[in-house]
């Protein structure tokens, strides 16, 4: 293992979900979908991840179930590759090489040895000019297979897979760009080409932007940049065509979905409103929180999902009502308070839904909940200025989080507002606590609190520096209003400047007993208890970007990066240059469970990773092309196991686990361990022996199972050997249909009865049937019961001896307690 470990850079969360069309199983309890470079398999019941299937190189473009096996999935990506899986077993059976960027693929069942295609033409994307081809799938028994051998369907076709849609069974395909629709049938080998009319060429509003196909009719539904819907009829002919609009959207039609059976019509919007079309009447399920951009309808008509901008998954009933919801990291246009990490939850914390801070488990690469922080209505218009969160910091503990929110449109007053939240332990959330006007005259630049232990007894303390040439010192007050009643509130306890420079940075060190905080090109140095300045750094020149102080051993050192592209290490003892660096860094992450730290620079297209401690400037690890592009922000998070990593120049990763967002928003991190790797083992287990729906009769199976299991473990032989799991009837009884079986009254009692253990040992079949007077002393009552047993049944004396070493002996505690089992009234299992 030692030599086969290999650091990796691998996405942990973030991808987008919603980049393409879901796909339900066809029993409806898993939903698939696309993410990143691989693809996740979700519980419906859970909304947990279950399976991630990983081998895509480039990002995937779309997954299909196999129309032939629907416990087989279809996924294709930019990589040119298609590949086949098993993903109930999470087991890759076949990689299909298509050479070509794939932007849909469509497996129809009477094309079982074929697909189509959308391929760019001649392989130039940038033509802009895509084709629709068929591509024959070769049955060969190797598991990479070369499929060359296309043929062109539609030429000048759009790439979204939403506006190509396939009709009934198969026999024609429809596409839709710009103003036409083309129609395309395959047995006829006919096409034909139909525009809105000349009326609306002229504009854009009604330009085609998804289309889909009825399952049953011949009917196309066709939605457009107005808001409009149209269906579509008789286009076997290209005069007698007609079709009729339906208007509910405001704006643009993203995306339309039949049911499975074509009863109805789904369309989705920016209005987050998911509409359904049944007869010429409308029923809405609103408030869905964003853009609904794919709809996508389970096989077995269950279910259906929307797929959202904001980048989530709502899975929905039939009927239109919220089943669940799968939310993956919100993606905001800029992610201003960094990447912060919950001391109580371990969870990123980071902008999410405009107003709000996210709170992501990375474990799970799932969304907690948001916390709202502006409590205001956001308003969905383009080019208009809002409320934005731009700074957040948690204390030591959790107990307090600190959140900055400013607006500020063009050269109007800037309107900035600070508060402090309080860890409430009743509803394990964030409150209100203070709320601070205006806190500094310009942008504040940055928010620290001060390092402290449990242990210690001091009153927490925050610093924020601002653009306005200060740095405020704010201290937690309490107020006594009485024996009991207890106010805290927050309150400017200090204020610093350094020759009315901008204050760029701040924080303090491990032991919270000094403050650094730069002004432009200078350091300073503050006594937390006093704040007296006590030094100043000012080598080589530059504006400070980043600071931070060393852990443990190496707390006396200080670091800071330029923007002349310099690292500069500084020791605090004698108050000199310890060593300098060039080095164009853009983050500065320490680790707070060791020495390391982490400089992330960016110096071409590509950035690299240097791993060092500040008593040694040089780097112990370098990853070079971690990603492409800057990296905005990095952190570490402590590990709740810590990790075994043998190799030396990998073991900083052993307490902590460190992940870095990059411009893309993708949140990366370094692992020697495979995402598949990383579930815990029952996560894995889709496919069980029996999967009995979780009723009351399922709870009564499995601790009859469980009790089994137990008892062939210990090597006992067990009393009763013909348990209910193991009967066919209660198999029978569990799986048949409830309309063909005999009334619940009449099974009930047979039921039961089956459950139950018979009275065939001694120890239960000689306790007395009556029901016994309690006396105050249950130990004396006991023995004399059990000697009046003894005098009623000497005759079963032989038999309880032959019986001795195969049934366990009751305890004086256990026949009390099964006495008064006895006497609780059990007629209430009669009402079933």
């Known amino acids: 293992m ?13 991808s987008w979900l919603s980049g393409s069309r879901a796909a339900f199983s066809a029993d409806s309890k898993y939903l698939l979908c696309s993410s990143g470079d691989y693809v996740k398999v979700y519980s419906t019941a859970t909304e947990e991840c279950l399976h991630v299937l990983q081998g895509h190189k480039n990002l995937v473009t779309g997954i299909q179930l196999n129309p032939v096996n629907h416990l087989q999935l279809y996924s294709w990506s930019l990589d040119g590759t298609i590949r086949l899986w098993d993903f109930m077993d999470g087991i ?31 392989g130039d994307e940038k033509s802009g000019v895509f084709q629709l081809v068929t591509v024959a799938l070769p049955k060969v028994p190797a598991q990479e297979v070369k499929a060359k051998e296309m043929e062109l369907v539609l030429e000048g076709i759009n790439a979204s897979p939403k506006c190509t849609a396939f009709g009934r069974d198969g026999e ?17 080998k006919k096409m034909y080409r139909f525009s809105l009319g000349s009326k609306f060429k002229s504009g854009t509003t009604s330009l085609f932007t998804c289309v889909a196909c009825h399952p049953k009719e011949d009917c ?23 079709f009729s609009t339906m208007h509910w959207h405001h704006d643009e039609v993203m995306d339309l979905a039949f049911s499975i059976e074509g009863t109805s019509l789904l369309s989705g919007g920016i209005e987050s409103v998911l509409v359904q079309w049944r007869d010429a009447k409308k029923e809405f399920l609103p408030r869905l929180g964003s853009t609904i951009q794919h709809i996508s309808v389970s096989p077995d008509g269950t279910y259906l999902c929307t797929s959202h901008s904001d980048n989530k998954i709502v899975i929905i009933h039939s009927n239109l009502k919220v089943a669940g919801m799968i939310q993956g990291l919100s993606k905001g246009n800029e992610i201003k308070t960094g990447l912060i990490v919950d001391p109580r939850t371990k969870a990123l914390v980071m902008n ?66 600070m508060k402090l939240w309080a860890y409430d332990e009743q509803t394990q959330s964030f409150t209100l606590n203070t709320r601070i006007n205006m806190p500094h005259e310009d942008h504040i630049t940055a928010v620290c609190f001060r390092c402290t232990d ?59 007993s000094l403050l650094a905080v730069s002004f432009d090109k200078i350091v300073t140095l503050w006594d937390s208890e006093t704040w007296d300045l006590k030094c100043t750094f000012c080598h080589p020149p530059g504006t400070i970007l980043s600071l931070c102080f060393g852990r443990l051993s190496c707390s006396k050192y200080l670091l800071g990066s330029t923007n002349t592209g310099s690292l500069c290490c500084w020791n605090l003892l004698s108050c000199t240059l310890e060593w300098c660096a060039q080095l164009n860094v853009t983050v500065l992450e320490p680790d707070c469970l060791s020495e390391n730290i982490v400089a992330i620079s960016c110096d071409s297209e590509f950035s690299d ?23 905005q922000w990095a952190v570490f998070v402590p590990r709740e196991v810590p990790e075994s990593i043998s190799s030396e120049k990998y073991q900083w990763l052993n307490q902590s686990q460190f992940y ?63 348990m209910a799991s193991e009967s066919p009837a209660i198999k029978d009884l569990l799986h048949t249909p409830a309309h063909v079986l005999p009334s619940a009254t009449y099974l009930c009692p047979i039921f039961l009865n089956s459950l139950l253990v018979p009275k065939s040992s001694k120890r239960i079949d000689q306790i007395p049937d009556e029901v016994e007077m309690e006396s105050n002393n249950e130990e004396e009552e006991s023995e004399e019961e059990t000697h009046t047993a003894e005098e009623v049944h000497p005759e079963a004396s032989g038999l309880a001896e032959c019986l001795e070493e195969v049934i366990p002996k009751l305890s004086k505690t256990q026949e009390r307690e099964l006495r008064k089992l006895r006497k609780l009234d059990y007629s209430w299992v009669s009402a079933l």
């Open 172 to 188: 024609y395909v429809v596409s839709v760009l710009e103003l036409h629709l083309v129609v395309c049938f395959f047995k006829k």
């Open 660 to 722: 870095f967002l990059t411009e893309t928003h993708e949140l990366m991190t370094f692992s020697t361990k495979t995402p598949e790797e990383r579930l815990t083992p029952s996560s894995r287990q889709l496919a069980v022996e029996e999967s009995f729906p979780v009723t009351p009769f399922y709870l009564l199976l499995g601790k009859h199972q469980q009790q089994a299991k137990e008892t062939r473990k210990t090597s006992k032989a067990p009393v009763q050997s013909n």
């Open 454 to 512: 449990e242990t210690e007894n001091t009153n927490p303390t925050l610093v924020t520096a601002s653009n306005d040439g200060r740095f405020k010192v704010w201290m937690l007050v309490v107020e006594s209003d009485g024996e009991a009643d207890q106010s805290k509130t927050w309150t400017c306890d200090f204020v610093g400047s350094y020759h009315n420079y901008r204050a760029t940075n701040c924080c303090f060190s491990e032991d919270g």
């Open 2 to 14: 030692v030599a086969c470990e290999q650091l990796r850079v691998v996405r942990c969360g973030g």
């Open 220 to 242: 196309i539904a066709t939605g457009h940049k107005d808001g409009k819907i149209r269906l579509w009829r008789n286009f076997d002919h290209r005069r007698e065509y007609t």
């Open 92 to 122: 890759l059976i076949k990689t299909f090489v298509i050479g070509f960027n794939l932007y849909a693929f469509y497996a129809l069942p009477n094309f079982e040895n074929s697909g189509f295609l959308i391929i760019p033409k001649d």
């Open 352 to 417: 999410g839904k405009p107003g709000h801070l996210q709170f992501y488990s990375l474990q799970n690469d799932k969304q907690l909940y948001n916390l709202d922080i502006v409590h205001q209505e956001y308003i969905h218009q383009q080019g208009l200025n809002q409320v934005e969160v731009v700074k957040a910091a948690f204390d030591s503990q959790g107990n307090w989080l600190a959140t900055v929110e400013q607006r500020q449109e063009g050269d109007t007053e800037l309107e900035l507002q």
């Open 609 to 631: 990773v240097f791993v060092f401690k500040p008593s040694d400037p040089r780097p112990f690890c370098i990853q070079r092309w971690v990603c492409r592009g800057k990296v």
